[in-house]
């Protein structure tokens, strides 16, 4: 509550009777409390401060019993351990098998490679093979071609998984769950891969065009056997032999024939016998002769016959010759061949091994992150076991006792806060309390105390009664009955250590003069009227820290200063001046949020956005809320809460408790995470297209700049940092830098 101003009633010795002084019957003291809930279900350890006492912001309360909590959080740290060890255990076998699978793949590629092509017809002057060479032939390159198909088959499995292995390392890149470094390995290998699968294709396109063989001329007709080849060998000797004979035959008769016609030649001459014998004697040699003739011609045809078959005979050698090394060579292609499939079904077995060591990772480094939300879970609990004081007050009540059972959001204490506090009184008797009006300065005295001495001012007539001792009012009828007002009285913010719990007697002495100084005129005009009792502080979240003027010096119940009027004005004016540098310093923070949303310094060029679109809002659904809470002050004018002065919110307050989690309304990333003065601490998302938003006064925040968001992750905590009146999360909507109403339909 913030000052209500110096007073200078002079108020004589409480002894002393005067007309214009009236005592109050009873009064006690009452104001805004903090309630002090219990944030996980436990057991009351101890109880740190009693009522009555007065502690700081962050003292400890209340203790529950960490026990449980800390047995979850070794077991989610052990967890976690064994997660982490699963995922080195999975990421060593993966970089083995894919090792395996890289080394098998390209001896299956060499292996296929090594074969040698069957040829596609029979070399120049060798016979053609015969059929069932001819088939085992086609047999060796279907096989061939089979095996290199399979070795293509498994590069291109080799390719997929690892542009899959890419794709996951790119993923967990963007979200800093591995190094750059292993995406750099894992691109090589993708790389290397499809090299692989190349060449394999390659291969296996230059087989299929060199494998089909030419129709054999031989075709069909039965092949000759080395037995055959050697009689006819024997046939064509003899017949050389036998015509060789009549040749020699025929040569001796023409011998005998010249000798018979020689002599009947020289008979003839000498008269010895007839021309006609002569005649006769050439016929014949003219017939041997012919016959010698033929018999030539026959022993060159055998001759002819004999070389021919012996030809046959050597080209018959020769074929058998080279079907023998045709088979010996489909035999180690076919050994070959069964080698390269089988290499080829190795390292399709090592890739699909491989695939699965890669489904294990994935699913071992899922299990960390889920093994690091339960630490930060767990932690968190345990953290919650140990419940502090979330403002500065006096500990009004206290509901908590050891050995209790509570569960979440049960409160165990209230907290009165300093400056929230003020006074009921009933004045007994009706012609006193008629005397009584709003604006007549009082001195108050708390519990009999002198140094709870208190100046303040009636700021209402709450009705005729005696109050109930948590500050509320019987009706009017009983009040009647009763005789006695009941009047509010509003005390000037004195100190931290004048702060004042609630529930304490005090005694009153109102000023009931109407003529007063000129230093008490228009006081009851500036008087802020005081938050009803049971309001809460963090309903309404402002901007910084309280502004409160310099408390009055204790001890005295009117201080009689030289120039109270002149020291009140020299007051108000400190004050004024600082609430106008805070404010200034909000406008500053203000500016530098838009100056970090739009990349530049404040005053620099700022870009333009996407087309003119409807902003999405939380109220249009487009967003979500980033906590579950009521809006307590929402986007617009507004009196500042601390300050007291007109300012635009360019944002909204949402109740919240302190801790609770603040997640992504949206997929973005965070462009700041750190502290400011007024805004506290607080984190920036970027949501593209101009679009970002601000969450502040957190307690914590769990990103860093530069990180990936996804919508529902957790960013912060709520909490009540830099100028805030209690735990609330002040969310922002900026598009290119200027704030919208995060509750425009």
């Known amino acids: 509550m913030g000052a209500l101003g110096c007073l200078v009633a002079a108020l004589p010795p409480s002894g002393r009777t005067t007309p214009w002084l009236v005592r109050a019957d009873r009064a006690r003291t009452t104001g805004d ?13 101890r109880v740190r401060t009693p009522e009555g006492q007065y502690v700081r912001a962050g003292t400890v309360l209340v203790e529950l019993d960490p026990t449980a909590y800390r047995v979850a959080l070794a077991r989610a740290q052990a967890r976690r351990v064994a997660a982490q060890a699963r995922v080195r ?36 002057g060798a016979p053609s093979p015969d059929p069932a060479t001819a088939a085992q032939a086609r047999e060796a390159r279907r096989q061939l071609a089979d095996a290199q198909a399979a070795v293509l088959r498994a590069a291109r499995a080799q390719v997929g998984a690892a542009q899959q292995a890419v794709e996951r390392d790119r993923a967990l890149l963007a979200q800093g769950l591995i190094a750059a470094r292993e995406l750099e390995n894992d691109s090589a290998a993708y790389d290397a891969a499809r090299a692989q699968a190349a060449a394999a294709e390659a291969a296996l396109r230059r087989r299929r065009a060199g494998a089909a063989p030419a129709p054999s001329a031989d075709a069909g007709a039965p092949p000759a056997t080395a037995r055959d080849q050697a009689a006819r060998i024997r046939r064509a000797q003899a017949a050389l032999a036998s015509a060789r004979a009549q040749a020699q035959a025929a040569r001796e008769d023409v011998t005998a024939a010249q000798r018979v016609a020689d002599r009947d030649t020289a008979l003839l001459a000498q008269g010895a016998i007839a021309a006609q014998q002569l005649r006769s004697d050439t016929t014949a040699l003219s017939a041997a002769q012919a016959r010698a003739a033929a018999a030539e011609a026959a022993v060159r045809q055998a001759e002819a016959d004999l070389a021919e078959a012996r030809a046959r ?92 059972s509570v569960r979440p959001g049960q409160p165990l204490m209230s907290l009165s806060q300093p400056g929230h506090t003020w006074v009921v009184a009933e004045i007994a008797g009706t012609q006193a309390a008629r005397r009584v009006h709003a604006g007549d300065p009082a001195s108050v005295t708390i519990g009999g105390a002198p140094r709870q001495r208190f100046r303040g001012h009636i700021v209402r007539i709450l009705g005729i009664g005696q109050p109930a001792p948590d500050g509320s009012l019987p009706g009017r009828a009983a009040a009647n009955a009763a005789g006695s007002t009941a009047v509010e009285i509003a005390l000037e913010a004195g100190e931290e250590g004048d702060a004042i719990p609630i529930g304490a007697p005090a005694e009153v002495v109102v000023d009931t003069r109407r003529e007063r100084p000129a230093a008490l005129e228009g006081v009851q005009a500036q008087a802020p009227q005081p938050t009803r009792p049971g309001a809460s502080a963090a309903r309404e979240g402002g901007g910084g820290p309280s502004a409160a003027p310099a408390p009055p010096s204790r001890g005295a119940p009117a201080a009689r200063g030289p120039d109270p009027a002149r020291a009140r ?45 409807r902003v999405p809002t939380l109220a249009s659904g487009a967003l979500a809320w980033p906590v579950s809470g009521e809006v307590t002050s929402g986007f617009g004018w507004r009196v500042h809460p601390i300050f007291r002065r007109p300012e635009f919110h360019t944002g909204v307050d ?44 957190l307690s914590a925040y769990a990103v860093r700049p530069g990180d990936r968001v996804r919508k529902g992750d957790v960013i912060g905590q709520v909490g009540s940092t830099g100028w805030s009146t209690g735990p609330h999360l002040f969310f922002e909507i900026r598009r290119n830098g200027q704030p919208v109403d995060p509750l425009e339909p």
């Open 654 to 697: 949402i109740a919240a408790s302190p801790g609770t989690p603040v997640l992504a309304p949206a997929d973005g990333t965070v462009i700041f995470a750190g502290s400011m003065p007024a805004n506290g601490t607080l984190v920036i998302l970027d949501h593209g297209h101009g679009l970002s938003t601000t969450y502040s006064h």
């Open 313 to 404: 005979a050597a080209s018959a050698e020769a074929a058998r010759r080279q079907i023998e090394a045709a088979r010996r060579a489909a035999s180690a292609r076919r050994q070959q061949i069964a080698r390269a499939v089988e290499l080829a079904r190795q390292a399709e077995a090592a890739i699909a091994e491989a695939q699965q060591h890669a489904r294990a990772l994935a699913a071992a480094q899922a299990e960390v992150i889920d093994a690091e939300g339960a630490v930060q879970a767990a932690r968190a609990n345990l953290g919650r076991t140990v419940i502090r004081a979330p403002v500065n007050g006096w500990v009004a009540r206290s509901a908590a006792a050891p050995g209790q």
């Open 569 to 613: 004005r020299e007051r108000l004016s400190r004050i004024a001046d600082e609430e106008q540098r805070n404010l200034a310093q909000l406008a500053a923070e203000s500016a530098r949020i838009g100056s970090i949303i739009l990349g530049a310094e404040p005053g620099a060029a700022r870009t333009q956005g996407p087309p003119a679109s």
């Open 33 to 45: 409390l903090v309630a002090v809930s219990a944030g996980v279900p436990g057991t009351v350890l």
């Open 89 to 124: 255990a999975a990421g060593a076998a993966l970089a083995a098998a894919k090792r395996a699978a890289g080394s098998g793949l390209a001896a299956a590629i060499a292996s296929a490679g090594q074969v040698p092509s069957v040829p596609a017809r029979p070399e120049a």
